[in-house]
């Protein structure tokens, strides 16, 4: 058996400092790095690694509990750390990580998700579970490091989860290296991982899994003008789908660009008006409010247009993960609508933003758009597809879920 691969290093901690409330910061500064000092050090040494904790730590702890009360019982247990740490076990400090990771995230607190999630991948090194994780969360603060971290994170828990014979684990971390590859830019390798993982959701009679899969590989198709394949595989994830399942919108959203990659503007704006203050997550009604300007202002909808690219600003403009495309859709509305200020500047902000996270797609996607704006070259027209065309019944198929499609809470489990 190959040898798993390792862990990346561990980062500074200091990036963790992101709440502005001094008493969280300081507490999770200080139960981060014990967590990460206590995962590094041999089993034998552990016991001698720390002093009982003084008042101050104690005062610190307290402080933090009583500013953000979801964040008291897992800072009781990452306390442990220094009290018993010959005793505390690494996959109870995972699950408190994890809580940490939790409420950072719903609180749009990035840096401390990722530290956390980190965290619990060095705690539990062994659970494939926490490596995917940790691959999930660095990739998607973006820039080449923690990219480069991302690859590492999914590598090792793939690793670990085909020794441990976890196949639902093995998938994630599949579907998850395939999403890094296609953020490189290297989409061969993006399009070979979700071929892989669907084939080993279909293997398994997994089928929510095989259309996470399929969809990732529709969408890396759109995006790279394969329009057969694209078709073929939405309607292939639309299949495997629950009716009511939380990845509709983001269906919904990639099926929409692929319309309006192809001109269809009216059916593209059919399908998503008013499916943004139904979805769930900022980044996702971000990137459906800026598809949704983009085929507004396609169809000659000004009310849709400037309704849209309102909302969709401002999202952009506090969510940086889903700024880079949401600001190259406003850049192509704004094009529509003859707007050539308005579109150099939202693709401008669209280039920064990529290459802040080095996002090679949409690096390529703003270049083009600046150069299309610099040279005052208008969009192609619109066109509607003809009914019996492959792209509108998958239109007309997905129309149809959305008509029966429900938002369910926001499970817990491992987003990819």
Same mark, same amino acid.
């Given at each position: *058996?190959?040898?798993?691969?390792?862990?990346?290093?561990?980062?500074?901690?200091?990036? #963790?400092?992101?709440?502005?409330?001094?008493?969280?910061?300081?507490?999770?500064?200080?139960? &981060?790095?014990? #967590?990460? *000092?206590?995962?590094?050090?041999?089993? +034998?040494?552990?016991?001698?690694?720390?002093?009982? =904790?003084?008042?101050?730590?104690?005062?610190?702890?307290?402080?933090?509990?009583?500013?953000?009360?979801?964040?008291?019982?897992?800072? %009781?247990? &990452?306390?442990?750390?220094?009290?018993?740490?010959?005793?505390?076990?690494?996959? /109870?400090?995972?699950?408190?990580?994890?809580?940490?990771?939790?409420?950072?995230?719903?609180?749009?607190?990035?840096? #401390?998700?990722?530290?956390?999630?980190?965290?619990?991948?060095?705690?539990?090194? +062994?659970?494939?579970?926490?490596? $995917? !994780?940790?691959?999930?969360?660095?990739?998607?603060?973006?820039?080449?490091?923690?990219?480069?971290?991302?690859?590492?994170?999914?590598?090792?828990?793939?690793?670990?989860?085909?020794?441990?014979?976890?196949?639902?684990?093995?998938?994630?971390?599949?579907?998850?290296?395939?999403?890094?590859?296609?953020? /490189?830019?290297?989409?061969?390798?993006?399009?070979?991982?979700?071929?892989?993982?669907?084939?080993?959701?279909?293997?398994?009679?997994?089928?929510?899994?095989?259309?996470?899969?399929?969809?990732?590989?529709?969408?890396?198709?759109? +995006?790279?003008?394969?329009?057969?394949?694209?078709?073929?595989?939405?309607?292939?994830? &639309?299949?495997?789908?629950?009716?009511?399942?939380?990845?509709?919108?983001?269906?919904?959203?990639? $099926?929409?660009? @692929?319309?309006?990659?192809?001109?269809?503007?009216?059916?593209?704006?059919?399908?998503?008006?008013?499916?943004?203050?139904?979805?769930?997550?900022?980044?996702?009604?971000? *990137?459906?409010?800026?598809?949704?300007?983009?085929?507004?202002?396609?169809?000659?909808?000004?009310?849709?247009?400037?309704?849209?690219?309102?909302? %969709?600003?401002?999202?952009?403009?506090?969510?940086?993960?889903?700024?880079?495309?949401?600001?190259?859709?406003?850049?192509?509305?704004?094009?529509?609508?003859?707007?050539?200020?308005? %579109?150099?500047?939202?693709?401008?902000?669209?280039?920064?933003?990529?290459?802040?996270?080095?996002?090679?797609?949409?690096? /390529?996607? %703003?270049?083009?758009? @600046?150069?299309?704006?610099? !040279?005052?070259?208008? =969009?192609?027209? =619109?066109?509607?597809?003809?009914?019996?065309?492959?792209?509108? $019944?998958?239109?007309?198929?997905?129309?149809?879920?959305? !008509?029966?499609?429900? !938002?369910?809470?926001?499970?817990?489990?491992?987003?990819?």
């Amino acid at each position: *058996m190959s040898a798993t691969p390792p862990a990346p290093l561990e980062r500074p901690a200091f990036s #963790v400092l992101e709440s502005r409330d001094d008493a969280i910061d300081l507490a999770l500064w200080q139960v &981060l790095r014990d #967590v990460l *000092m206590w995962a590094k050090t041999p089993a +034998e040494y552990r016991v001698r690694l720390f002093r009982a =904790p003084g008042d101050a730590v104690r005062e610190r702890l307290r402080a933090a509990g009583d500013a953000a009360p979801l964040l008291a019982d897992p800072l %009781a247990v &990452l306390a442990r750390v220094r009290m018993l740490p010959g005793q505390v076990a690494g996959e /109870r400090l995972a699950a408190a990580c994890d809580q940490v990771y939790e409420w950072a995230e719903r609180g749009g607190l990035h840096a #401390v998700a990722t530290h956390f999630a980190e965290a619990s991948a060095y705690a539990s090194p +062994e659970n494939p579970r926490w490596a $995917v !994780r940790a691959g999930y969360l660095t990739r998607t603060a973006g820039g080449r490091e923690m990219l480069t971290r991302s690859e590492a994170w999914h590598s090792r828990a793939y690793a670990l989860a085909v020794q441990q014979r976890d196949r639902e684990m093995a998938i994630r971390a599949l579907t998850g290296a395939g999403a890094l590859m296609k953020d /490189r830019g290297e989409y061969g390798k993006a399009r070979a991982f979700y071929r892989q993982a669907a084939r080993r959701a279909v293997r398994t009679g997994r089928k929510r899994r095989a259309a996470v899969a399929l969809h990732f590989s529709f969408a890396l198709a759109a +995006e790279t003008g394969h329009l057969r394949i694209a078709v073929r595989d939405a309607g292939a994830a &639309l299949r495997n789908y629950p009716v009511h399942d939380e990845r509709i919108p983001a269906l919904t959203h990639d $099926v929409a660009y @692929l319309l309006v990659r192809n001109h269809h503007y009216a059916t593209a704006l059919r399908l998503v008006a008013g499916l943004a203050e139904r979805a769930d997550g900022i980044a996702a009604r971000g *990137m459906l409010y800026g598809i949704t300007a983009r085929a507004a202002a396609g169809a000659g909808n000004e009310a849709s247009y400037a309704a849209a690219s309102e909302a %969709a600003l401002d999202v952009a403009r506090i969510n940086e993960e889903c700024a880079g495309a949401v600001f190259a859709n406003l850049a192509e509305a704004a094009r529509f609508m003859g707007h050539w200020e308005a %579109a150099a500047g939202h693709a401008g902000r669209a280039l920064a933003v990529a290459r802040r996270r080095a996002d090679a797609e949409v690096e /390529r996607l %703003a270049t083009v758009l @600046l150069g299309q704006v610099k !040279r005052r070259e208008a =969009p192609p027209p =619109p066109s509607e597809p003809a009914p019996d065309a492959p792209i509108a $019944v998958l239109a007309r198929r997905l129309a149809a879920r959305l !008509r029966r499609w429900r !938002r369910h809470k926001r499970s817990v489990g491992v987003k990819l």
